[in-house]
């Protein structure tokens, strides 16, 4: 179920807006990365940008879900003013660089809360949809299922609470994804329905 509030942009204010873009949040292991790269596939008005981290690959990751960088790296492309927002989390690094100017399809960003306060404060049409897990059962499952030690499990499960709770001060929207394509399929008819 989604449910909008009265003062998300409307779809033609998205639109007009210099750089129209979308935020997608959530608690890490909610599946908002694979929905993410769905939307892109289903929607060809939309182009998801690429981070940069400072976390180390994944053995499941194929390398392509990230630029990952040392810490060094990161804090240059940050001194040069590269990112469009940047945050730590978990005591790695994430930040989206800026986009090529001239792209007039929707931005979509899957980024976690802070970064998600900086693209708000910056850019006022700014959409921001929260994908919230089932249950925190769940969540544990997903996150125990991708491989992360059980201490990461267990950190990022201790932060979830605060996320959500940012999450839904900040959120326009709000899909919870008891399954992957109807979670897909709801997103595409909140973007589709910003009219
Ligand atoms: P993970 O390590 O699980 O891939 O990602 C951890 C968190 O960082 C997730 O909530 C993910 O959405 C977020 N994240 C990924 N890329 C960015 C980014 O460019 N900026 C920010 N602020 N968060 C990001």
């Not at 399809?105 to 929260?130: F, T, Y």
């Amino acid at each position: 179920m989604a449910w909008g509030q009265n003062n998300a942009p409307s779809y033609s204010e998205l639109l007009s807006a210099e750089r129209p873009t979308v935020v997608l949040i959530g608690p890490g292991g909610v599946g908002k990365g694979t929905i993410a790269q769905r939307v892109v596939q289903q929607e060809p008005r939309t182009w998801l940008s690429r981070s940069w981290t400072t976390r180390a690959q994944r053995p499941s990751e194929s390398g392509d879900e990230y630029v990952f960088v040392d810490r060094a790296t990161f804090e240059q492309a940050i001194e040069n003013d590269r990112f469009l927002e940047w945050a730590e989390f978990h005591g790695n690094l994430y930040g989206t660089p800026r986009p090529e100017p001239g792209d007039d399809r929707i931005l979509l960003l899957e980024i976690e809360v802070q970064g998600a306060e900086q693209v708000v404060r910056a850019d006022r049409d700014a959409v921001v949809i929260l994908i919230e897990p089932p249950s925190m059962e769940e969540l544990r499952e997903r996150l125990e299922g991708r491989g992360d030690t059980p201490e990461h499990v267990a950190t990022r499960l201790g932060s979830t609470a605060h996320e959500l709770a940012i999450g839904r001060e900040l959120a326009h929207y709000r899909v919870v994804n008891h399954e992957i394509d109807a979670a897909v399929d709801e997103i595409l008819s909140i973007l589709r329905g910003l009219r």
